[in-house]
């Protein structure tokens, strides 16, 4: 799978700013040599560097690029990274955006005994931000999964999380349910909302 592009061709319209600027990204299959910079991007727009948890971001993206190392390195069916490159940066640093595409089976909120394909780890390079690296990487997600012979997607977004539910409700995604857990009521912290989407019409979540 590591020969795998994205054909952008595929996008939905974007603003004659945005298309300009996405036109400078190429979505592929992520290789081992892309792990630092994977898990730098991720860690980076899961947690924080500052305060309290600051000493301990070092640890915490040593462990994300353990765990990318071994799912990377695994025969597993149906999954991927991507990764969005810059093509007009010369320097090996030019990864700006990942992405990883997986097969779930039936979970708690997920009753019909089928198994499906569930997105997550969604990261872009704080720099690269609002110039539709997110929405390339959502698009090759859709276009992959409908390779795989899948036609749902599903993913989870934090309730508060208001920029990227904006990008996936204006990409199609429709919400299926909001969970609760025992971090909402004793730490305060946002819930997560299930969101799915059907690549084909006529589909219920």
């Given at each position: 799978?590591?020969?795998?592009?994205?054909?952008?061709?595929?996008?939905?319209?974007?603003?004659?700013?945005?298309?300009?600027?996405?036109?400078?990204?190429?979505?592929?299959?992520?290789?081992?040599?892309?792990?630092?910079?994977?898990?730098?991007?991720?860690?980076?727009?899961?947690?924080?560097?500052?305060?309290?948890?600051?000493?301990?971001?070092p640890?915490?993206?040593?462990?994300?690029?353990?765990?990318?190392?071994?799912?990377?390195?695994?025969?597993?069916?149906?999954?991927i990274?991507?990764?969005?490159?810059?093509?007009?940066?010369?320097?090996?640093?030019?990864l700006?955006g990942?992405?990883?595409?997986?097969l779930?089976?039936?979970?708690?909120?997920?009753?019909?005994?089928r198994?499906?394909?569930?997105?997550?780890?969604?990261?872009?390079?704080?720099?690269?931000?609002?110039?539709?690296?997110?929405s390339?990487?959502?698009?090759?997600?859709?276009?992959?999964?409908?390779?795989?012979?899948?036609q749902?997607?599903?993913l989870?977004?934090?309730?508060?999380?208001?920029?990227?539910?904006?990008?996936?409700?204006?990409?199609?995604?429709?919400?299926?349910?909001?969970?609760?857990?025992?971090?909402?009521f004793?730490?305060?912290?946002?819930?997560?909302?299930?969101l799915?989407?059907?690549?084909?019409?006529?589909?219920?979540?």
């Amino acid at each position: 799978m590591t020969s795998w592009f994205f054909d952008s061709s595929h996008e939905q319209p974007l603003t004659s700013a945005a298309k300009q600027a996405g036109q400078q990204f190429q979505i592929r299959a992520a290789t081992a040599t892309d792990l630092t910079a994977i898990s730098q991007i991720i860690a980076e727009s899961f947690h924080s560097q500052t305060g309290f948890w600051g000493w301990a971001f070092p640890l915490l993206r040593l462990g994300i690029y353990e765990d990318f190392r071994n799912r990377l390195s695994s025969s597993a069916p149906h999954h991927i990274c991507l990764v969005a490159v810059h093509t007009t940066v010369t320097s090996a640093n030019n990864l700006v955006g990942t992405v990883e595409l997986g097969l779930r089976f039936p979970d708690s909120w997920k009753k019909n005994g089928r198994s499906f394909i569930y997105l997550s780890n969604l990261a872009v390079d704080q720099k690269y931000r609002r110039h539709g690296v997110a929405s390339k990487l959502l698009l090759s997600c859709e276009k992959l999964c409908q390779e795989w012979g899948f036609q749902d997607l599903y993913l989870h977004v934090l309730e508060d999380n208001h920029q990227a539910r904006q990008l996936y409700f204006k990409l199609g995604y429709k919400m299926c349910k909001v969970e609760s857990n025992w971090n909402f009521f004793f730490l305060q912290q946002p819930r997560q909302i299930l969101l799915h989407k059907r690549l084909q019409p006529n589909s219920e979540c």
